[in-house]
């Protein structure tokens, strides 16, 4: 009998290096916020010195997102806004930002709106 589900541990792009294309029916994440938060990971995502780095390490993911995605293979993609002192007041993830994000990606978004969602009152982790 052949393996039906597999949960891969560590490096998100290191984990999908070792599966061949078109080999995923589906990803689920939730990408780290920007600047909120040190899992104390090296290289860990959303730590990074600029937004467009954050992006830039972002559209890599999903880059190899797409490359292990079949076909008919779906993400699903939890990122919400948020604010951050690092990030002059406000971290990226407008609406239009992280559809261009993941579209640059993958085959294409759809986004689904949450409205009234005031960014919470999280303290950075240092």
Known sequence: MSQLHQILVGDCIDMMRT????SVHTCVTSPPYYGL???????QIGLEETPAEFIARLVDVFR????VLRADGTIWVNMGDTYASIAG?????GSAGKHDMV??????AVLRGKRRSPPMGLNRKT
Not at 37 to 43: A, S
Not at 89 to 93: F, H, L, Q, R, T
Not at 103 to 108: L, M, P, V
């Open 64 to 67: 190899e997102v797409r490359r």
């Open 37 to 43: 938060r040190d899992y104390g990971v090296e290289g």
């Open 103 to 108: 579209s640059q990606a993958t085959r294409g």
């Open 89 to 93: 007041g406000y971290a990226p993830g």
């Open 19 to 22: 599966l061949p294309d078109e």
